[in-house]
């Protein structure tokens, strides 16, 4: 009988949970469909603050809130805007005149006019040289010791005048912030502890509405949006720290758009209602030599010898690495001026090296690094074995560079007689090897890292600055002819002069070798198509500013 | 004779509780030691990640604005040391401007909804199935238990996580393959509750399965021990009924190891499920702890361990006093 009672008790309990479970299982909570209009997207990244005086780490979403005042999309593309709707810069390329659009407004109705953008740029300058000056998020005053002045001459005009001619004022990523919000902020507050929180007021398409730190950040469509208000009803960005899950989601409808991994592209790029796409980045992958001499040098002089640097450069088969690591999502590396950044794009033809063991052989023969032992391993001009130790690992900001193409540098040069050890860090770990000898860096000897900076001239140049040794510049290299073509190139608006400085500057690096540039990688994603039309036609999505999200429509 | 016994019960428990308070100033002054011999500056990673080149001058700004220039014995250990003292566990680096403590307590729920109530599931069905396999040695629930047990816990848990998206949230579609509710959904609360516990279910899925198998290893050994024991032979001989001798005399003295492991999980329930909240973007301690690890966040990162000290210890406490309870011997 006791029996019975338990088992009539076990079933009855199992029938419960039964009959609840569809329910939960078809709850209309969790439907996920077409029909809302709302483009999801799954990203990876980790925003910290809506506050753009305060990080950097919330690029996304802030850009689709935000406005730039002309930025990098609008100059590369026509039918993109910012704030302004046109610019122009006179004769002595000091003053630059900027219109700002007729009847702009802000997502809560007020107008946007220039005096917005006048605040915005003065706030930053205000700060200048003030214990709390605004310098660590996206709007920083970084740069901004070349302004002169920042004056609204009317709602709709712009001036800025610099101390010298320098293109900062349309290159600056300073996101526009309306003066009714932001005017009562102190400068301690909006550098840390002011959280800016949503509903954020901007004049971008999509206002971010609701902000789960680790979680999701949920736009609704700007009502005055200065072409007009988007026709989607609105965006929810899921934040990732992996991209299985994102593809997951693309594959099962929850997303929309997202990431992918090369692996994932390839199996998307076979589905009919998935559509796949890449886009050329300003990412550029390298192998630095550390040049240092002295305190935290590498383990041989040969390091410091551009010889030595010159003839490794003829190991390195950028095609395969392309090819082979990337499985072809990437552009082969050559100068230090990558091939999106299309005004000052060369592939420096005439000089540049060939993938050819042998002749990397016969130049360090020459060179005077030869193997006189006869154990397979070459020796320094002191007479020491070759070994060196290659460093490498991601740094944040930036596509992990494969393992595969380290192992394939690795491979190469043991090849040619020069043994490496390779040691994977995190990007802490690797921050702290490969900043100044002078603070504590350096005694290593290769490394494999990467970096994506803006495509204005100065960030394409950076990476050989002397100013930056340690930071951009992680190969200590010094050239003074390099840092003059620098400074000159700051101080230049004609374009058609900053080209040709861009190009000394660039053959100059390639030539005294102090990086090797591997590959330009292409970021991956992949879109749906049965709920939204507009995605672009090859950068679907754009890496500096809100397209297409301005534009998509339902279907 | 009962005033001896009550002495000695009270000196066990202010023992206890003294080395535990000795235990917590020790993490706490390891908490600070720890993470600032790992390698990498919290401010050149905060601006590393910006795509404009970065001077010298800005990190070092920023520094000075976290007070990192300052020495660290004596000045920034004794500001640490008696700020958490009072309770304060600053501000973070990272999340700019937000409290430590808010921070952690905003992960809290997340993180003990997830693995807590993994936690419970894992400890009901492996103890309750770990002790019968041992029971019943040899016989097919044995074998069984004891080869999914195996296999179980020998799985990688982001493995099996992703099984369980690519099973039941991408084929079927029956759950949620990511997240902790739908974001913008205009729902009723009950709806809310649902939306809720459907997203838990693959995560705690997820950490149970992976957790049930030790439990099961454990009861299985512990009961096995039992069993041959003399006064199980003698109770048998005394004619006491299978389930007379299972629930008087094996499964109490089964369940000391199991106490202990049980506690101890407990005290872990606090330090999130890394790799799972990882692949569901479960908002947990687990995702915050590697967010300020990679950002070197060392306030947020003392704070998490501070956090997990405390747990672990009071979980050991909790041990102590039901070692007491439990068993005879220790309490005299």
Redesign the interface.
Known sequence: MNDWSMNRRAVVKAMLVGSVAP???N????A?SCSDH?VRV?SMG?P??M?PF????S?WPLVLSYDSLVGVDAQRHPDRRGFAKAWAVADDGLTWTIKVWPGMKWSDGQPATARDAAFTYNYLLGSVGKP??L??G?N?T??MEQVASVTAIDDETLRIVTKAPTRWPIDN?VLMVPEHVWKDIGYADA?????NDPPLVGTGPMIV??F?????V?LTPNAYFRTEQPKTA?M?I?????Q??IA??L??G?FDCGGVTAAQWAAFSKESDIGVYESRV?QRDYLAFNTASGKGAGSTKALQDPAFRDAIGYAIDQKAIVDRAYRGHADPGVGIVMPVAADYYSDLSDIRRRFDLAEAGRRLDAAGYRDTNGDGVREDKEGKSLQLELITGK???VSEIPIAAVQLVAGWLGQIGIPVSVTQL????L???T??PTDGGGSWDLLIASN???SSP??LL?LG?S??I???NRSYWTNEKFDALLTEVDRTVDLKRSQELVDQAARLIYAEAPYIILSHPLTLGAYRKDCFQGWGPEDAISDWSYFPFDRLRPI | MAGNAQEGRTSRIGNVLIRAAITLSMVATLNFVLFRV????PA?????????????E??E??RQ?WGLDRPLFPDQILDYLSATLHGDLG?SF?????LVSD?IW??LPATIALVGLAQLIAMLCGVMLGLYAGWRRGGAVDRIAMGASLALYSTPSFWLA?VL??IF??AL????????Y????S?GST??I??Y??HLALPVAAVALGLIGQYVVVARAAMSDVVTEDYMVTARAKGLTNGQMLMRHAFRNAMLPLVTLITLNLGYVVAGAITVE????W?GIG??T??AL?A?DYPVLQGIFLLLGVSIVAANLLADLAYGILDPRIRQ
């Open positions: 329910w939960v299982i709850s209309r909570a969790f996920s709302i799954g980790a910290d603050s506050n305060a990080t950097w780490s690029f709390d000056e310098n660590i996206q920083s970084d740069g990523f550098r840390s502890t002011f959280r509405a609701e789960q730190q680790g979680q999701f949920r609105g929810i899921h934040f990732f720290t992996t299985d899950p997951q989601g594959k099962s929850s300003e740094a944040s900001g995190d990007s802490g770990a921050t702290a090897r900043t100044a994506w900076l803006s100065h960030d950076v600055s100013k930056s340690g930071l951009t | 790992i390698p990498g500056d050149a990673l905060l601006l590393g990640g910006a795509r404009m080149s970065v001077s010298a800005r990190i700004a920023q604005n501000y990272k999340f700019r401007g937000r921070l905003e992960r992703m998206v690519v949230s991408t579609g029956w759950f949620p393959g990511y997240g902790i739908s974001p913008g959904a729902i709806d809310k649902l939306d516990l459907r990882a692949v569901f973007a908002p995702g915050l590697v967010e990679n070197r």
